[in-house]
């Protein structure tokens, strides 16, 4: 290779997955240049807070000699990946941001096994909010993490740290998980791809509440079909998830090339009035929705009626919270930040009627969501409501001038979203005059994941944000 560690390392993993499999890169190379970049970046950034490389060395070695006795190679073959540190990984520390869970599990998750038997190698971990609760990555045992396009401010969350790895050319591709915003959130602010997929796309395993629909896994990576060769790897069936989906995740290997002509597209600043965007936010948002008629697109302000998606959200996670944080917080009670206490209290005051009345208003909403796609394809939104803010503060308490409650209120353009069951794709939609990234956010129709992939691509292709790289970090 005559090109440079850096600028490898921010290649397209579509574009290393091909050197790798026609052996003009090998995969020890490959794995040299990030961990060279990881060393020299991640000091500043924070994002990869344990890391593998002797393991990871051990197993680059393993895929050159696959890839040299011509075997049948997995479509992940010799890619580096962190994994988020709130996904058990066998043999390697796993802490979900917090002392009470620090440990090393025997066990992989199912995104992980998956995502090993595609042959990706594993480098490390990458950090989160304590038990990935909020949109700002840090904790007790690892800190914050920093945006690389902006080293005093946050990189979102609770997928931060894989974002962040992203954006700074450490990784090629990184897994995450959304419930609240937790893959799109910090994909807008690190100027990269993450995808919500639909409930059961990726299947979720071991999972003590296997029914649930609103926490969700899914990918990150810098281009939509870097994240559309991730899912590949990771969606499908498995019969230890109930609500795994069928259909294989092959299909997302294929060409996401669409003509746009005709598509029609739903348009809202604010969801109808039920969030408030800052103005710059907005602004660019604004710009990037110009792009779709520019493509074809038949564009109209149109939003679908959101207004029980709050209650919704907020009771279903409450009771998740429970089930998850209720015996912790017994055993200990000052081991928990505040707010994942304050959230499972909420749920522990739910009655068997709170929980049954938000089930019935969430059917509600599926049905008017489903019948406003009948009238469009896509709903375009902003991802976040803010931009990057001070890496120093827990949340924004106020946008655009209005009060924000609690540490959810800002994140209120991502989990109202969460709540209708729609796959939503954040993409990178532009830039402030001060250099802060913006998202976009594509939602679509119950379980057309692929079609919002063809749709984020399109648009990825007009615009190339995704290209801009962080300064300054070496």
């Excluded at 060395?57 to 000699?65: F, T, V």
């Excluded at 532009?430 to 990234?437: A, H, I, R």
């Amino acid at each position: 290779m005559t090109t440079t560690d850096d600028d490898l390392c921010f290649r397209t993993a579509l574009d290393l997955s091909r050197l790798l499999r026609t052996r003009e890169l090998s995969a020890r190379e490959l794995l040299e240049a990030h961990l060279a970049r990881i060393e020299r970046v991640n000091p500043a950034v924070n994002a990869i807070v344990t890391l593998v490389a002797d393991r990871a060395r051990e197993a680059a070695e393993r895929a050159d000699e696959r890839t040299a006795a011509g075997e049948e190679l997995g479509p992940l073959h010799g890619l580096p990946i962190a994994h988020k540190d709130t996904h058990n990984t066998a043999g390697i520390r796993t802490t979900h941001g917090s002392p009470l869970a620090d440990g090393v599990p025997d066990q992989d998750d199912l995104l992980i096994e998956r995502i090993r038997a595609a042959g990706a190698i594993t480098i490390g971990k990458t950090n989160v909010p304590e038990f990935g609760a909020g949109s700002h990555t840090f904790n007790p045992i690892f800190g914050a993490t920093h945006n690389p396009y902006d080293l005093g401010r946050s990189a979102g969350g609770s997928s931060g740290g894989a974002a962040a790895a992203l954006a700074s050319g450490m990784i090629p591709i990184a897994d995450g998980s959304d419930t609240g915003g937790s893959l799109r959130n910090p994909a807008s602010f690190c100027n990269v791809v993450g995808l919500r997929p639909s409930p059961g796309r990726v299947p979720g395993w071991p999972a003590a509440t296997a029914w649930s629909t609103l926490n969700v896994r899914g990918p990150l990576a810098r281009t939509v079909a870097d994240a559309a060769l991730l899912l590949s790897a990771v969606a499908g069936p498995d019969a230890r998830s109930p609500i795994a989906l069928e259909e294989p995740g092959a299909r997302f290997a294929r060409p996401l090339d669409r003509d746009l002509t005709g598509l029609r597209v739903a348009w809202s600043p604010d969801l109808g009035g039920l969030v408030p965007v800052e103005p710059e936010v907005a602004a660019a948002v604004e710009s990037a929705v110009e792009v779709f008629g520019d493509l074809g697109c038949v564009v109209e302000r149109a939003c679908p009626d959101l207004t029980e998606a709050e209650e919704v959200f907020r009771t279903l996670r409450a009771s998740m919270f429970e089930v998850a944080f209720g015996t912790l917080m017994d055993r200990h009670p000052d081991g928990l930040k505040r707010t994942i206490r304050e959230n499972t209290e909420e749920g522990r005051k739910l009655s068997g009627p709170d929980v049954a009345r938000a089930e019935v208003l969430h059917t509600q909403l599926y049905h008017r969501v489903r019948e406003f796609f009948g009238r469009y394809d896509v709903l375009l939104l902003p991802v976040s409501q803010v931009l990057p803010f001070d890496v120093g503060i827990e949340y924004p308490t106020e946008v655009a001038g209005v009060a924000m409650d609690d540490y959810l209120d800002w994140m209120r353009s991502a989990y109202l979203i969460s709540s209708t069951g729609s796959p939503a794709l954040s993409v990178p939609a532009g830039f402030t005059p001060g250099g802060l990234p913006v998202g976009l956010q594509i939602v679509g129709p119950h379980r057309a994941d692929f079609a919002v992939l063809q749709v984020g691509h399109a648009f990825e292709q007009a615009t190339g944000h995704w290209r801009r790289r962080p300064a300054g970090l070496g």
